[in-house]
């Protein structure tokens, strides 16, 4: 059972133009939810993360929107450039306790971005 | 700032074989985790640690075994390597609700 989705499964935007990433959950317990960016041949980095108590946030060309109520949210990256090209994760997790985060990830979405 | 060192960066196995995977870390974290990363499927957690000597399984964990003898290093083992698979494994630890992720190990078995 797939508990967090992404979509597309690739995606291919010009320099200069807004990638637009799609994540969807199933679980109306998580509470945390993470975009790691992870580039070929290295291990996932976390770039932005929202809580369930805020419908946006914003780090740079990073925004996330969420959605509580359709449990959907979306990664934006406005004026994409080629180094953003990536494969980016969605996860999820219940609250934390302080010795322990099960995240939940989605299948990733793979982003280029064309000069 | 702190680093997560995962060895060997590749790992060439035969059928059957018993493999070993090391993971360090000099965060402090307490906790560290294990995950396997197939192409197109994501991350999947294999074991986690919440403390040393500490050992919990995560949704993947049959045909693997871990340890955590001491609080900066956690390592897994393949029990029984199978023909033709490819993987990553990423090593990973956390402070609350940040995950920090080592480079990777690539398993490939012949």
């Known amino acids: 059972q797939q508990q967090v989705r992404q979509s597309p499964q690739s995606l291919t935007v010009w320099e200069g133009e807004t990638a637009i990433l799609n994540c969807s959950y199933e679980?109306?317990?998580?509470?945390?939810f993470p975009w790691y960016q992870q580039f070929p041949g290295e291990g996932p980095a976390l770039l932005i993360a929202?809580?369930?108590?805020?419908d946006k946030k914003e780090d740079g060309r990073f925004t996330i929107f969420f959605n509580k109520r359709e449990k959907k949210l979306s990664l934006h990256i406005t004026d994409s450039q080629p180094g953003d090209s990536a494969t980016y994760f969605c996860?999820?997790?219940?609250?934390?306790?302080?010795?322990?985060?099960?995240?939940?990830f989605g299948q990733g979405t793979s982003l280029s971005v064309v000069p | 700032g702190g680093i997560i060192t995962q060895t060997p960066k590749f790992l060439i196995g035969q059928e059957g074989q018993k493999l070993t995977l090391k993971c360090q870390q000099n965060?402090?974290?307490?906790?560290m985790y294990w995950y396997r990363q197939d192409s197109g499927k994501g991350l999947r957690l294999i074991y986690y640690?919440?403390?040393?000597?500490?050992?919990q399984k995560g949704d993947l964990s049959e045909g693997y075994d871990a340890s955590r003898e001491k609080k900066s290093s956690f390592s897994l083992t393949v029990t029984s390597a199978q023909k033709n698979e490819m993987a990553v494994f990423l090593c990973?630890?956390?402070?609350?609700?940040?995950?920090?992720f080592g480079p990777g190990t690539r398993l490939t078995v012949l």
């Open positions: 990973a630890s956390s402070i609350g609700d940040e995950q920090y």
């Open positions: 679980n109306s317990a998580f509470d945390y």
């Open positions: 929202i809580r369930s108590v805020s």
């Open positions: 996860a999820a997790s219940g609250i934390a306790s302080s010795s322990f985060s099960k995240l939940v």
């Open positions: 965060f402090n974290h307490d906790t």
């Open positions: 640690s919440i403390t040393e000597n500490d050992l």
